[in-house]
T-cell receptor, first 116, second 115 residues
Framework: KQEVTQIPAALSVPEGENLVLNCSFT??????LQWFRQDPGKGLTSLLL?????REQTSGRLNASLDKSSGRSTLYIAASQPGDSATYLC???????????????FGKGITLSVRP | EPEVTQTPSHQVTQMGQEVILRCVPI?????FYWYRQILGQKVEFLVS????????KSEIFDDQFSVERPDGSNFTLKIRSTKLEDSAMYFC?????????????FGPGTRLTVT
């Protein structure tokens, strides 16, 4: 059974710092991995999706990398801002030939606080 | 940009009552999902739905739960007799097709409070 772990549970950094959020998963047989942002009491906003054949994806100040063989992904946030304060979740999808079985398995998330 | 919508945003119900949570997936999407997140816990998969039938369900999705796509646009989750432990945020998601990148788009969620 796939397990996704995100450590630490919470992180507090000063504004402007570059930071790395870690995600690990127990079964390296994944189809893709998604990083989400969740603001308190709100829904899930997809940030980046990495296919299993890819090593990284970039969007603005965000860069996500994937090392499937070691069961790890990192989300790099450059020049953090107070507006980046949120919970960041990673989720993995198992292999499938169709989307029908593409349930996502989530980590618990890392709650980031960026201090002004 | 198309988005998944969910109603209501917050539902309060008494234990034992039936509730229906509604979702409108993105219009050309073919795969639909329900997830839930109990406060402070992980987001958990409940059920996936394709071609008017359940594709997969988790052990959480017992006989008290059902899903339906009644009219080709709405996708509903029904809980027949709510329990206190059903209090959670419920997320609907949809996916376009079997082709990559298989990105699931999530709605804003319905917060269900069972008293």
């Amino acid at each position: 059974k796939q397990e996704v772990t995100q450590i630490p549970a919470a992180l507090s950094v000063p504004e402007g710092e570059n930071l790395v959020l870690n995600c690990s998963f127990t079964d390296s047989a994944i189809y893709n991995l998604q990083w989400f942002r969740q603001d308190p009491g709100k829904g899930l906003t997809s940030l980046l999706l990495i296919q299993s054949s890819q090593r990284e994806q970039t969007s603005g100040r965000l860069n996500a990398s994937l090392d499937k063989s070691s069961g790890r992904s990192t989300l790099y946030i450059a020049a953090s801002q107070p507006g980046d304060s949120a919970t960041y979740l990673c989720a993995v999808r198992p292999p499938s030939t169709t989307g029908a079985n593409s349930k996502l398995t989530f980590g618990k998330g890392i709650t980031l606080s960026v201090r002004p | 940009e198309p988005e998944v919508t969910q109603t209501p945003s917050h539902q309060v119900t008494q234990m034992g009552q039936e509730v229906i949570l509604r979702c409108v997936p993105i219009s050309n999407h073919l795969y639909f999902y329900w997830y839930r997140q109990i406060l402070g816990q992980k987001v958990e998969f409940l059920v996936s739905f394709y071609n008017n039938e359940i594709s997969e369900k988790s052990e959480i999705f017992d006989d008290q739960f059902s899903v339906e796509r009644p009219d080709g646009s709405n996708f509903t989750l029904k809980i027949r007799s709510t329990k206190l432990e059903d209090s959670a945020m419920y997320f609907c998601a949809s996916l376009f097709s079997g082709r990559p990148p298989h990105e699931q788009y999530f709605g804003p969620g319905t917060r269900l409070t069972v008293t």
